[in-house]
């Protein structure tokens, strides 16, 4: 008989290891589990120094944030263990967002550290405590299908749903993963919070970039990647120079303010070339794009991603804040491209492009990749699409 977390076995005789980062969501996840009679385990990861970000609002995974998990695991009398990731947080999350930064990019380093941390590191560990599952207080949800596989499907509280951090979560690590939090909303997870009788029931919601203490990510960058602060050009879609700026890193694709230029019309950032340093920046329209090649394209949906033949009608969301749309998953030369049917603004390479089956609800993640090109559909939009030589060369 399966329990309520669909393994085999009583919950008395299952161990299940818990993601606790500090917050109400991972401390609800295994306060309720606990109460289901399961063998809790809980695990908070050490991921960056207790400097500066120490008592910054809306950290995680920093000092008192495992002075707030150890105190649930003991309010709620489970083992707890604090594990010290910095060095590999610093090399797969940190290293690489600047390093992205540095090529024109804009990474998003929650689904790298879902990839890289998380799903990867502590789900190993997590095996060798003898753990049947490792659960985490992400808002998504997963469903057995009907060959005994999981699917991974978006939260029932839309406005919480964190499938798009999540999309690089392979088969595999689905099966061995569960979402206890994937159907309520946050105010029933705050309000079994209170029952529990948990500190953390109000806490407030972590922040996307948890390690920068200052909020200020370009101190970080400056200092790991002194190139990416260097000033350069501002030009138009010419090539005209119409003003400097103080470093790509402080711009990102469909950026209006802060450009320090005056124009008669509203200006928009539409690509960075950070081989020469320049800012190239045009009217809303340019930002229109229609076509997306992808890279570390990860497939979950069902059959092999080779299967798709000539192409696949899907859903895309092309940022965590867009609502999915309609779109075509092809096979290419250099391996796969989104055609976007009514095209999007801002595409933006390193932000991510999530696969869906259905454009709302709790619908099927069927993957995604990383944006690494836009295109524009038309021939004077082509004039103005970019892919960047100095990012696909590194990338490789």
Partial sequence: MLNSLDLQGPPQSTRVVVAMSGGVDSSTTAALLKSQGYDVVGITLQLYDHGAATHRKGACCAGQDIH??????????????????????????????ADSYALGETPVPCIECNRSIKFRDLLATARELGAAALATGHYVASRRMSDGSRAMVCAADADRDQSYFLFATTREQLDYLRFPLGDMTKAQTRELARRFGLTVADKQDSQDICFVPSGRYTDIIGRLRPNAIEPGDIVDLDGQTIGRHQGIVHFTVGQRRGLGIASAA??????????????????????????????DVNWIGDGALDEIGSGLEIFVRVRSTRAPQSAWLRPTERGYEVELVAGEEGVSPGQACVFYDAPSGQARVLGGGFIQSATARSSLDKSIAWQSPLVEAARG
Wanted: aromatic content about 8%.
């Fill in 68 to 97: 707030d998990a150890r105190n649930v695991a003991e309010r709620i009398g489970i083992p707890h263990y604090v594990l010290d990731y910095e060095n590999r947080f610093r090399e797969s999350v940190i290293d690489n967002f």
């Fill in 266 to 295: 509203p200006l928009y950032v539409v690509r960075l070339d950070a081989a020469s340093r320049r800012v190239v920046v045009g009217p809303r329209d340019a930002l229109r794009m229609d076509r997306i090649a992808l890279r």
